[in-house]
């Protein structure tokens, strides 16, 4: 299966010469001229209101600026775009495709780098915003997931693992430092922790963490998994999880499905820490009224994992060109800045500040984090993320070990 | 009135027979002048409806039937039973419960006649010959059952049928409205001159009735 | 032969139309996902036949357990639907309470299976209100119990809120079954025989009304061992149920996947007709057991406490559904709401005002999709029955593919259909909604409309005929004003129907036409709980509208007329 995989993926990839018509943004007027009018549907995981509010917020102002009209196609899985791409592809839809913007990372975009199904003009480095973004102070805008971004995806924010806790309910000193702590809080306090599903994102970024705690050699995450040390690599993290599980919440029988579930359950007092991939998102679940306002963030000092999110255009897309207008709007001072407040959402720019124009650095300087984010001194330092085979990997080891809960 | 061919005027049967699956339910020849009535009798189930089905042409085409139908000479067979104009009444009024009195009537007013206020005036004197002054704007679900079945009377004879096809009509009557309305349909009938076929199982009808007999069992 | 009136003549076509309308999209999307089942797809460079796929589906991990629980959740939520349905018929038919209980069931049945099932969450959860009610009070409950609910291992969530559907809908069919028998005089007669209400009603009149449901029921099984939106939200997680394992192998990126999740889909249509072919040893040895019983002579005089129980069955089915839903309107409009409070702290149209700019789309999607579907069926749906009345052609046919939709489970051909949809250029666009919902939504519409056919006395249209009305007269001044309200009714049915739709809405529109129903399972995977009660809400509602409309326009239509009054 794996070796017709790869051959099927490398026969795709040849057929997917780039067509001669696709804009080219170093002529950005060409670019907006071709745009206007076009409607771009931007396939995005739609589960959380405050990202679904600045979507169309985003929308409204490219549709005045720019003409570009803005659909929100909102997704429960990003797996499902890029399966739309593939069924097109299967049946033949090599331009006018359903997909125009992805919101994508890790092992999505793998998959369709792999695949040859993504725009693969370097577009995205030749944005007119691109200036702004930190290339060299935010090194996974150009590495995604370990694998070379090459310009076939535009940096969209930043994000990074971070625990919420009830300050009402349990002490700031209590909380655990690191995996390990975790393990050891869980099992004096069972039924009070959980993570996400995996192959859910957060939850199996869960996993990863705790992989890149107790892993021995951590340069063995850089590259694709061997299989043949497979099982002696990921002991150290199965043992772990083997421990923990009996200690979760409903005993490890059930899972939430996603992290906005998991902050329901500490909503609803079913449990005692959250995590997110967004050191604002307690702040931002403060301002909503989702979560009591005693809610504070913590880390884990050795390091969390860090990663960075992205927007791509698909080889088939119908509005490639509204497509690259709405990927740089979306890295725009203006628009980074609005996503970063945390009555907003919360997001995390991935520009660099301290070269923008002191007007912009301003928009920055102003935002009022809010009062359970942590300032970026206390976030600790960012774990690279492991090979997206690791992920993939681990997921299908957990279902098989963890899939059925009893 | 003229005669037609070699036949007089009213409804003839000529060799009627209906059958269901084979079985041979009625076989029938028969002729109804103008004003005079056949009576077919016989119990429930025997398929004696069937005879107005036919007649009125709206028989299921489970049956199979042969013969041919004259009215004043005319043959009927090939025509929709809107063709036909039989005029039928069942042992339920089934007054059209979404109109009121007067429309019903307005409804089955033959369309030739256009003039708004002549299908008006044919409507109200017709209610009146019934002793149903006043009744034209009445909901027909709140009149008594008397006043439902002269309405239903009513409406089959402003259609301008020309026959009368009487399906047990009745025999959901209480007995005193029962005579009543027996000597109100059979008078009207022999005054307009309608050749009339009674499908009954009571006696009493058949006796009010006079004219052919036909059982069938 | 007689001469045709110009819309009979094209009402002659409608069944051959509508069996195309039924079957194409069923069959060819069958088609599309039986060959990927076994391998075969050359788009995707496999040309030659093989049980891969097959082999591929039982090597993932608890497999068997995912089918054992499609089986195990569908059979038992069919039952207990049966039993409660039958049961609520027997102990409330002809009391004063039923007339209140049958005026419900309409608005339970417009509530799309996702709402209703969310709705079941927020209540029974252990966090959930019935918790919060009595907590600390009388369980001492400061954090909620560690209980596995819902989402438990053995789908009984699962089952719950499918039944919470289904018994509805078995109600409303069984009603209109009961309409057509002699029910009150048959009852008198069995309990003036000494026999017990229960007794009586299952021997004298269940076989009759059975016979006349059993399609219903085999649909019941069918959908209940596949349904996607309510098992992801109540059913077990660790492992789901098929359906739910298919549409994650559909969506996965890897394409190889997709011959998987084919070979899956076939498996459960197998599964399916294992269900059937169970349920019918089921039957057999339940009527055995009537039989006997009814030879045996027993009376079961003393049925009290039985009868008083399946009332209140009914009623706590009512008020599970119709509570959880104002429960989620309750969330829409809460501030901060810890647990253990059983009210909210404080309360705020924050959600709406976020959500109400975003929803107007989809809204208008849901809206005129329906609008069409709805009225196209219930167009389609008149003329079948007005030219059926005559003569019978190709009846058999035509039941057949309207029972196709009900019995083939979604999956099976939807994900052919998908491919199917894009290959023959009709895309994503409307049009291919509109086919697609019209196969799920012209089922409903001519079951619903089929019985109002056959309650009018047809003498009324011989009537008209006779007092020299055309048939087309016949049709639009007689038969269709005293059929309104029913008309109307199945145009409502037909119109929830499709705003519940979810698979084929999301799959066929590939997300482009969002409705509010694909929007509101988006949303309950994860959302803020004020906003999945917005739209929860709103998904509930617009159905709702429908069958006010039904209710509304005849009455005052017929203000005046006490013939046409509501039965």
């Known amino acids: ?406 | 009135m003229a005669e037609l061919g070699n036949q007089q005027t009213g409804l003839t049967l000529r060799s009627v027979s209906i059958r269901l699956r084979g079985r041979l339910l009625l076989d029938l020849d028969a002729h109804v002048t103008p004003g005079s009535v056949l009576t077919v009798m016989g119990p429930s189930g025997s398929g004696k409806s069937t005879l107005l089905a036919f007649i009125g042409g709206f028989l299921d085409t489970a049956f199979e039937a042969a013969g041919t139908v004259l009215i004043d000479g005319q043959d009927i067979g090939g025509k929709t039973p809107q063709e036909r104009h039989a005029g039928i009444l069942f042992q339920d009024p089934l007054l059209f419960p979404h109109m009121s009195v007067g429309q019903n009537l307005l409804f089955a007013i033959p369309s030739e006649i256009r003039m708004k206020s002549e299908r008006n005036s044919i409507a109200k004197s017709m209610l009146a010959d019934m002793d149903l002054d006043g009744c034209f704007d009445h909901d027909p679900a709140r009149l008594s059952g008397g006043q439902k079945a002269r309405v239903a009377l009513a409406r089959t004879l402003v259609s301008k049928p020309r026959a009368l096809l009487l399906d047990e009509p009745f025999s959901k009557l209480d007995s005193a409205l029962r005579q009543q309305m027996r000597l109100l349909v059979l008078g009207l009938a022999k005054a307009r001159a309608l050749p009339v076929v009674l499908v009954t199982h009571d006696p009493a009808d058949a006796e009010a009735a006079g004219g052919q007999l036909v059982t069938i069992d | 032969m007689l001469k045709q009136e110009p819309l009979f003549r094209v009402a002659r076509f409608a069944p051959f139309v509508v069996i195309l309308l039924l079957s194409v999209p069923v069959l060819a999307g069958l088609l599309g996902t039986l060959l990927p089942a076994f391998s075969y797809l050359p788009a995707l460079g496999r040309d030659t036949f093989s049980f891969d796929a097959f082999r591929a589906v039982f090597v993932e991990p608890n497999i068997w357990r995912s089918m054992l629980l499609s089986l195990w959740t569908g059979f038992a939520a069919t039952a207990i639907s049966v039993l409660i349905a039958a049961g609520v018929l027997a102990a409330g038919f002809g009391t004063k309470g039923w007339a209140r209980l049958t005026r419900l069931l309409s608005p339970i049945l417009s509530v799309p299976h996702a709402a209703a099932a969310y709705g079941l969450m927020v209540l029974v959860m252990p966090s959930g209100f019935v918790a919060r009610l009595i907590s600390p009070e009388l369980t001492g409950w400061q954090t909620p119990p560690d209980i596995l609910i819902p989402n438990d291992p053995w789908g009984l969530a699962l089952i719950a809120g499918l039944v919470a559907k289904e018994v509805p809908f078995l109600l409303l069919l069984l009603i209109a079954a009961i309409g057509q028998t002699d029910a009150s005089r048959n009852l008198h007669i069995a309990s003036a025989l000494g026999y017990g209400r229960l007794a009586g009603f299952f021997h004298v009149l269940w076989p009759q009304l059975y016979r006349q449901v059993r399609f219903a029921v085999f649909a019941v099984l069918a959908f209940s061992a596949t349904a996607v939106d309510v098992a992801i939200i109540l059913g077990p997680s660790a492992p789901s149920t098929l359906s739910v394992q298919l549409v994650r192998w559909m969506n996965d990126p890897d394409l190889a996947m997709r011959f998987t999740a084919s070979a899956g889909a076939v498996v459960q249509l197998l599964l399916v007709l294992l269900l059937f072919v169970l349920w019918m040893g089921l039957e057999r040895v339940l009527e055995f057991v009537r039989k006997s019983l009814e030879i045996s002579g027993m009376r079961f005089a003393m049925d009290g406490a039985l009868t008083a129980s399946l009332r209140f069955a009914g009623w706590l089915l009512t008020l599970a559904t119709l509570g959880g839903l104002a429960l989620l309107a309750l969330w829409s409009i809460a501030g901060l709401w810890p647990f253990p409070d059983a009210m909210p702290e404080s309360y705020t149209l924050k959600a709406w005002m976020r959500a109400l700019p975003a929803v107007m789309a989809p809204m208008a999607t849901t809206f005129v999709l329906g609008v069409t579907s709805a009225s196209m069926a219930t167009v389609m749906g008149i003329l079948c029955l007005a030219s059926r009345s005559r003569s019978k052609p190709a009846s058999r046919l035509f039941n057949a593919s309207l029972a196709l939709p009900l019995i083939v489970p979604q999956t099976a051909f939807l994900f052919g259909l998908q491919i199917a949809a894009i290959k023959s250029g009709i895309g994503y666009g409307m049009t291919a909604l509109v086919l697609v919902h019209l196969v799920f939504v012209m089922p409903y519409v001519f079951l619903s409309l089929g019985q109002a056919w056959q309650a009018l006395d047809p003498r009324y249209a011989l009537v008209a005929q006779a007092l020299g009305k055309s048939r087309t007269q016949t049709l639009l001044r007689v038969e269709l004003p005293l059929l309104l309200r029913p008309v109307l009714t199945a145009f409502a049915v037909g119109f929830a129907v499709s705003a519940g739709l979810y698979l084929p809405t999301l799959l066929v529109g590939a997300g482009r036409l969002p409705t509010i129903t694909t929007e509101a399972v988006a949303l309950a995977s994860g959302a803020n709980r004020r906003t999945i009660g917005v739209y929860a809400f709103l998904q509930a509602v617009i159905p709702f509208a429908g069958f006010v409309l039904a209710f509304a326009l005849p009455a005052w239509l017929f203000r005046n007329r006490a013939g046409m009054r509501a039965a």
């Open chain 1, 1 to 406: 299966m794996k070796t017709l995989f790869a051959a099927l993926a490398f026969a795709l990839s040849l057929s997917t010469s780039a067509l001669a018509a696709d804009p080219d943004p170093a002529n950005w007027q060409a670019v907006l001229d071709d745009a206007k009018g076009e409607t771009v549907y931007w396939n995005a995981w739609g589960g959380a209101d405050n990202i679904n509010a600045y979507i169309s917020w985003a929308g409204g102002m490219i549709e005045n600026r720019y003409g570009v009209k803005l659909v929100h196609v909102k997704l429960d899985d990003t797996a499902n775009a890029v399966a739309k791409v593939v069924a097109e592809k299967a049946a033949g839809k090599a331009d006018g495709g359903s997909v125009d913007l992805i919101w994508i990372n890790g092992e999505n975009f793998a998959s369709m780098k792999n695949q040859g199904l993504l725009l693969s003009s370097g577009w995205a480095e030749k944005l007119p915003n691109w200036k702004y973004v930190d290339a060299s102070g935010k090194p996974t805008v150009k590495t995604d997931f370990t694998i070379p971004v090459e310009g076939l995806e535009s940096p969209w924010g930043m994000a990074k693992l971070v625990f919420f806790h009830d300050s009402a309910k349990t002490k700031a000193e209590d909380m655990p430092k690191s995996a390990a702590d975790l393990l050891a809080w869980a099992e004096k306090n069972p039924g009070r922790f959980s993570y996400p599903m995996p192959p859910d994102f957060i939850g199996s970024s869960f996993l990863k963490q705790v992989l890149s705690e107790t892993i021995t050699d951590k340069t063995k995450l850089l590259a694709p998994v061997k299989e043949d040390e497979f099982v002696v690599v990921s002991k150290p993290l199965f043992d772990y999880l083997d421990r923990l599980n009996p200690n979760l919440w409903r005993k490890g029988k059930a899972f939430p499905q996603n992290y906005p579930d998991m902050k329901r359950l500490m909503a609803d007092g079913e449990i005692d820490i959250s995590f997110a991939f967004n050191p604002s998102d307690a702040s931002a679940a403060i301002a909503t009224g989702e979560l009591p306002d005693t809610v504070r963030s913590f880390t884990f000092p050795g390091g969390t994992l860090g990663n960075t999110h992205f927007v791509a255009i698909p080889y088939n897309a119908n509005a490639k060109a509204g497509a690259m207008v709405l990927a740089d709007f979306l890295i725009s001072p203006e628009a980074q800045a609005h996503k970063q407040d945390p009555k907003v959402w919360g997001d995390p720019t991935v520009l660099n500040i301290a070269a923008l124009s002191s007007d912009e650095k301003a928009k920055f300087d102003s935002l009022d984090l809010g009062i359970a984010t942590l300032k970026p001194d206390q976030l600790g330092p960012a774990l690279d993320e492991p090979h997206p085979s690791w992920m993939v990997r681990i997921e299908t080891e957990w279902k098989r070990r963890y899939g059925a809960g009893n």
